[in-house]
């Protein structure tokens, strides 16, 4: 079955510090992934999708099919940073994306 | 375009009684999703609508819940009776076809004393 792992449930790093919030996902075809931030009290809202292969706020992240993971990444933390994010999963075969269930970010100043 | 709107943002009320919630999608979207978030089951999609019609309601909890979408442009969610498990903030995400891309309105949250 289709699922997204997010191991941790929260990440605390310093500001200034990388970040790296992690995403392993099992699926047998070719996935499209999504990384989605939600900032304290505020809508959910997509970050980046591994197809266009670009750079939001800082942020990158890599499919890796061989370690089946969607690593985000951001070399230097910033406090604005902090906030909920979830991994998903469009199968394509399903209206639906499967969600992680969050990693809650905190950036210390 | 101003984006999902939902209404209310907030919404306290008793046990046992009918809450609506509501849904402006995007113009132009065709697809509509209801999410539900708490702390301990993370975003769970209730129900989902294409061109206003159900295509999947298997995320509803029970029969307390329900949900309409009579136009394109507008949806409701309906809990009744409400029950203090129901207390979660409520997302509608539209979206044009079938996406991964979602918009996200800015949530409903419902506490039920």
């Known amino acids: 079955a289709q699922r997204v792992t997010q191991p941790e449930k929260l990440l605390s790093v310093f500001k200034g510090a990388p970040v790296e919030l992690k995403c392993n996902y099992s699926y047998s075809g070719s996935p499209e992934l999504f990384w989605y931030v939600q900032y304290s009290r505020q809508r959910l809202q997509l970050l980046l999708r591994h197809i266009s292969r670009e750079s939001i706020k800082g942020f990158t992240a890599d499919l890796n099919k061989g370690e089946t993971s969607f690593h985000l990444k951001k070399p230097f933390a910033q406090e604005e940073d902090s906030a909920m994010y979830y991994c998903?999963?469009?199968?394509?075969?399903?209206?639906?994306?499967?969600w992680g269930a969050g990693t809650k970010l905190i950036i210390k100043p | 375009d101003a984006g999902v709107i939902q209404s209310p943002r907030h919404e306290v009320t008793e046990m046992g009684q009918e809450v609506t919630l509501r849904c402006k999608p995007i113009?132009?979207?065709?697809?509509l999703f209801w999410y539900r978030q708490t702390m301990m089951r993370g975003l769970e999609l209730l129900i989902y609508f294409n061109n206003n019609v159900p295509i999947d309601d298997s995320g509803m909890p029970e029969d307390r819940f329900s949900a309409k979408m009579p136009n394109a442009s507008f949806s409701t969610l309906k809990i009744q009776p409400s029950e203090p498990r129901d207390s979660a903030v409520y997302f509608c995400a539209s979206s044009f076809e079938v996406s991964g891309e979602l918009f996200f309105g800015e949530g409903s949250r419902l506490t039920v004393l």
């Open positions: 113009s132009g979207h065709n697809s």
């Open positions: 998903a999963l469009d199968d394509d075969s399903n209206y639906q994306l499967i």
